[in-house]
């Protein structure tokens, strides 16, 4: 009987081992794909979201996809080269900014931009279990669906993340996050 189950657990690790090799050459291979982020209109219109430094100077924010899978990618903000972690953080008002934060803990806002520039405030408005609902909000009232757009026109929901109770999910070069960014499959009722 030992050996029997030696023989299972040896041909398990085997097989493990090789299906984890396989899993690191396929991602080495794989060309990763860069979504855009939008606000999403209900005219059909997209709204533009970026990040936007203290002197003003706009940069992109978008998912990415590195590999075969499209319901999990991270939301970064591509400032100066850099990709910085966007989230949204623990909030002293009714809703909870998103926000990028870059490698000194200095915040760079998130904000959507219409097709007359004006910019939009995105925050997180609601929470469904550990889901935080995203949103641009134009003047208070009308709240626009966040959304990751691949290269041939797939759209994953940008939503909030909590993976822990309570209102400091981690803490990022000294700022409290309150949820982790991430674009997820939309729910198709």
Known sequence: MKQYILICLSVSICFNVGISQKNTAENEEFKEIIWHVKAFKPEMKYL????????????D???IQNSEQTSFLDVKAFVKGKRLPVKM???????????????????IDIKAITEGGIVLPVKGVSKSGNIVHIRAIDEGINFYNVVAVSPDGTTNAVKGIKLKPGNVETTIHGIDVFAHIKSIPQVRY
């Open 48 to 59: 533009k979201i970026k990040a936007i430094d203290k002197k003003g100077k706009m940069y």
């Open 61 to 63: 924010v978008k998912a």
């Open 89 to 107: 953080l623990v909030g002293e008002e009714k809703y909870h900014p998103v926000k990028a934060i870059d490698e000194d803990g200095n915040i």
